[in-house]
């Protein structure tokens, strides 16, 4: 518990610098929200937080070690892993990467919004492509598709609108064979890889998404496992949990990652402006083994002011 407290102020004092910005705001940096803090009540669990402060399952746990999702505990404090770093992919339209089961919305008046995912689970793996939103449905209709029926020979020929609809309310379709961006009658699934390859967010937030994309607007779907981002002058990493990993993290487990030194130096070398930086190495190996998912200082100088 002492070293959980240790890490949690390290955290607090290292992250959100002047430069960042929450949803909604214009871009200033590579950061977008801000890092906070919740005492668990009585009866709360991690998958109502989750939903409640838009966080994905996994990534409440990566940043929580330790905690547990049903009985966390009256009174603790959990972070809560709402900063992050935008992915490195050209920043118009939808962005989703798989790595951190998240969506970033770039809207066209400059800010951004971001939402917790779910996508596919082993062997329906959501593809790494580059398409658009074709078609927009709102009280869609969902037709299993074949693959589907075959493991769930049971399923009508289509289901209706309603609380039974595995699409929720909206639904948004791709051009790339049958995947979607929807909604879900199973929010638990949200910030998790449990689909057949579709992309599900809260029913608040595919609302919000629905309103705001058209047609036409183009969807990039990446995995980047580690991200590097600038803010007010001070470099930032973020780093997250592989697939094995994720899976480790839904069991409670805690595991520390490899540390490959010359693969970080490598992704490094490409981060405009990183040569120059006074890194603090010890760190950035720390943030690489325990995969927290939320964005760290690793430059020594300067530090944010608050």
Not at 18 to 31: K, L
Not at 60 to 79: C, I, S, T, Y
Not at 104 to 133: C, K, L, M, N
Not at 256 to 272: C, E, G, R
């Amino acid at each position: 518990m002492a070293r959980g407290v240790v890490v949690l102020a390290m955290i607090a004092a290292m992250l959100m610098p002047r430069g960042a910005f929450s949803a909604g705001e214009p871009q200033a940096s590579d950061i977008v929200g801000r890092m906070a803090v919740h005492e668990v009540r009585h009866e709360e669990t991690i998958p109502r937080l989750a939903q409640r402060y838009g966080l994905g399952f996994v990534e409440l746990m990566a940043a929580n070690p330790g905690v547990d999702p049903w009985l966390p505990g009256e009174g603790r404090k959990v972070m809560l892993p709402s900063a992050h770093i935008l992915p490195d992919a050209p920043r118009e339209g939808i962005v989703i990467n798989l790595a951190e089961l998240r969506l970033y919305h770039f809207r066209r008046d400059g800010s951004v919004a971001t939402y917790p995912v779910g996508i596919g689970r082993d062997y329906w793996e959501t593809p790494q492509i580059s398409t658009a939103i074709t078609l927009k449905r709102k009280n869609p209709v969902w037709t299993p598709p074949a693959s589907i029926r075959a493991e769930k020979p049971y399923l009508p020929a289509q289901i209706g609108p309603g609380p039974d609809n595995p699409l929720g309310d909206f639904a948004m379709n791709l051009g790339f064979d049958s995947y979607v961006i929807h909604g879900t009658n199973k929010p638990l699934g949200v910030g998790r890889r449990v689909s057949h390859g579709c992309i599900r967010l809260y029913p608040e937030h595919i609302a919000i998404l629905f309103d705001e994309v058209s047609p036409g607007t183009p969807v990039r779907i990446i995995s980047q496992e580690i991200k590097f981002g600038w803010s007010d002058g001070a470099l930032f990493l973020e780093a997250h949990a592989s697939q094995e990993h994720a899976d480790a993290i839904e069991t409670g487990a805690i595991a520390n990652y490899p540390m490959d030194v010359s693969s970080i130096a490598a992704l490094l070398a490409t981060v405009p402006g990183a040569a120059d930086a006074d890194l603090d190495w010890p760190l950035i190996e720390m943030t690489v083994r325990e995969r927290r998912g939320v964005p760290i200082q690793i430059s020594r100088r300067p530090r944010p002011e608050f």
